[in-house]
């Protein structure tokens, strides 16, 4: 069921990437939030002599929507979720990313963590192919709770010729694009998002993946109108 959108005034609007607590304005009386948790990261390659190592991306994180009757010019609490690591260079997988949460009275909203991806494997030259990291799993207690997208698979074929996953993209951020060439995964951009696999590719070196990026909270509030 679509969410009522208030019919009041708008009076601020302030994106959180930070901090641990929110003050309302001197006028609000309603607030809308919404919330992403962190992205996971991108798994690493290992080397091997004529052989391939492909990992995939890190999940994105999970999204809420939810709107709150609140006071004026009071603190309300909240968390945002880390950004996954980069997976380390070898077959070491990317580290999951952070719920993001926001409380008012007894009322927490909660987007859960996002999962980072797997190390690409022992380098060899057969087919393989490797799931990306989960997204977020639906949190709750928001009027819209939904998970967040994985990311991307990774794909050997053969020694040379091998793609890593892409990583998750969510509302406020764009997965990072794996690769098909030698190298070092990428980190996603914005909030929420996945970072992508590293290559090894046929021989070359261990390389780490990409970071997954931080959670946010888009917080609008409203004042009543005459």
Do not use: C, H, W
Not at 16 to 31: D, K, N
Not at 41 to 50: A, E, K, Q
Not at 105 to 116: D, E, F, K, L, M
């Amino acid at each position: 069921m679509p969410i009522s959108i208030p019919s009041q005034a708008i009076v601020s609007e302030t994106f959180l990437v930070s901090g641990t607590t929110f003050t309302t304005g001197l006028t609000t009386t309603r607030i809308k939030i919404e919330l992403v948790s962190g992205g996971g990261g991108g798994g690493g390659g290992v080397t091997g002599v004529t052989a391939t190592s492909a990992a995939p991306g890190g999940g994105a994180g999970g999204y809420a929507i939810k709107i709150f009757d609140v006071t004026p010019n009071t603190n309300y609490t909240y968390a945002i979720g880390a950004a996954g690591t980069a997976g380390t260079a070898g077959n070491n997988a990317g580290g999951n990313g952070g719920s993001t949460t926001f409380t008012v009275g007894a009322v927490t909203v909660s987007t859960n963590a996002s999962v980072g991806g797997a190390g690409g494997g022992t380098a060899a030259t057969t087919v393989l192919i490797l799931a990306g990291g989960a997204g977020s799993t639906v949190g709750s207690n928001g009027d819209v709770n939904a998970s967040g997208p994985p990311g991307g698979a990774s794909t050997r074929l053969s020694a040379t010729i091998a793609a890593s996953g892409n990583g998750g993209s969510g509302r406020f951020g764009a997965g990072a694009l794996g690769t098909v060439s030698q190298g070092a995964g990428t980190a996603g951009t914005g909030n929420g998002s996945g970072g992508s696999g590293g290559l090894s590719l046929n021989g070359g070196a261990s390389v780490a993946g990409g970071a997954g990026t931080v959670g946010a909270i888009l917080v609008t509030e409203y004042e009543a109108t005459a």
